[in-house]
């Protein structure tokens, strides 16, 4: 089981967004350096614990958060 | 000394402003969006924050179509020069400042058809004639929503459905009514709404910034300037993504810090308190002035159908002697001349002498405005 998922995006505009949505929720997550395994669009990415997968994609659904992908990581 | 030029742009700022530029530049120093460590990061939260809060504001749907420009003058080419085509026709009215001006000019010189709704001799704008004017054909319609030289309130919601009968996207230079009169782009109908950040929404100069409705296609829109946006850096094209298809370089921090703090106050205070002390500064102005002999005041005479921005003539007088005069030796400060708005004048029917321009703000008080009133009658009568 991974540790960790990564949320990339297509501008850091969109990062925001998703990141002050998340703590609105509650979650545990953290910005950072888009790991470099993943082309992104992007510098920043979402880290976030990958067991709270669902809650985080609800959230970013819900808010209607655009972003380029999810991904497993670490 | 008594600080009446808020229509050029709004003294003294809140404290909360300035704090907030210091803090930037102490606190949240990094470039946003083109770094990941904790500086980047604080700088991009705060520039995110102040689209949400513009975003609030002025009822954006969607936090990322609210665009940072420089200024409103900026968005305003932004706006024109990235949508209007050569063939295009756009229709503005007879009482517009030069930064509406001086790019329809030059758009029209490139093939694009300017027609101009012609103003009554108080800034009014008659929505017949309007409606003659905005025909099938046309692409766009720009307006400002009150005069920098009369004060003079158009009709904005009325001037959009029109524009939208006529299939055509409604652009609102709001320089001088932005924190000043409350505006929803979504209840007004506006497509695209071009703002200052150092007039009535009490943030410095140096920024400002077009929102975009929904019912533009950005993909329509052609960026004024192309570079780096810290997004997609893989590409040498442009990114389609708002905002940073029309945000390439990086942005003024510091003046977004201090724009956010300024809308962060006009929204503690609500607009609608600001436009109710503003509306009795007006009414005492226009009142006072109007009262003195031999002064002609221009704009409507209700003062519900102004800002409060004032502009007078003095028989005999010429504006730049009564400018000076206020300014030496009653400390009022004004500002005089053509208002960087020839076309407004020349409605007025103030070109080229142009006129006297007392404009309160959110922070002047009734005792200034009453001062202000005294020396204006010192100044015309001796």
């Known amino acids: 089981m991974n540790e960790y998922g990564v949320v990339l995006f297509h501008t850091t505009s969109s990062a925001m967004r998703a990141e002050k949505t998340l703590l609105r929720q509650g979650l545990t997550i953290k910005m950072i350096p888009t790991p470099r395994e993943f082309s992104s669009d992007c510098g920043l990415a979402l880290r976030f614990d990958w067991s709270q997968l669902a809650a985080v994609s609800e959230g970013l659904t819900a808010a209607n958060v655009e972003i380029a992908g999810v991904h497993p990581w670490g | 000394m008594i600080y009446l030029d808020h229509a050029a742009t709004s003294w003294p700022k809140p404290p909360a402003v300035i704090r907030a530029m210091a803090d930037f530049c102490d606190h949240a120093g990094g470039n946003p969006g083109r770094s990941g460590h904790r500086l980047s990061l604080a700088a991009a939260r705060i520039v995110y924050d102040a689209r949400e809060l513009l975003a609030e504001l002025f009822g954006v749907p969607d936090p990322l179509r609210v665009i940072f420009t420089a200024n409103a003058t900026h968005a305003i080419n932004l706006a024109l020069r990235g949508l209007l085509r050569p063939g295009d026709r756009v229709v503005t009215t007879g009482i517009e400042h030069n930064a509406v001006m001086r790019p329809l000019r030059a758009l029209e010189a490139q093939g694009v058809r300017l027609s101009v709704i012609p103003c009554a001799a108080d800034g009014t704008l008659d929505l017949h004639e309007a409606s003659a004017v905005i025909t099938r054909d046309t692409r766009l319609v720009v307006m400002n929503h009150a005069s920098n030289v009369s004060g003079t309130i158009l009709p904005a919601a009325a001037v959009a459905r029109l524009a939208h009968a006529a299939g055509a996207w409604f652009l609102l230079d709001a320089a001088q009514t932005a924190g000043v009169l409350p505006i929803d782009i979504q209840a007004l109908g506006i497509d695209l709404l071009a703002f200052t950040g150092h007039k009535g929404l009490q943030g410095p100069p140096g920024i400002g910034g077009l929102a975009i409705g929904d019912s533009v296609d950005t993909a329509l829109i052609e960026p004024l300037v ?136 959110a922070m002047t008080t009734l005792d200034e405005i009453q001062a202000a009133l005294a020396a204006v009658g010192h100044v015309v009568q001796s």
Request: charged residues 25%; aromatic residues 6%.
């Open chain 2, 226 to 361: 192309r570079g780096g946006t810290g997004s997609r850096s893989e590409f040498e094209i442009q990114p389609e993504d708002c905002p940073d298809k029309f945000e390439s370089g990086t942005p003024n921090g510091v003046g977004i810090a201090g724009l956010r703090a300024g809308v962060r106050w006009l929204l503690d205070h609500g607009v609608e308190a600001i436009r109710d002390h503003e509306f009795e500064l007006t009414r005492t102005l226009h009142e006072g002035i109007s009262n003195i002999p031999g002064v002609t005041v221009y704009g409507p005479q209700d003062a519900a159908r102004r800002t409060a921005t004032v502009s007078f003539t003095a028989a005999g007088r010429s504006v730049s002697e009564i400018g000076l005069r206020l300014d030496d030796e009653f400390d009022v400060l004004c500002r005089v001349g053509l208002h960087c708005a020839p076309a407004a004048h020349r409605s007025l029917g103030t070109f080229p002498g142009g006129t006297v321009r007392l404009a309160a703000g």
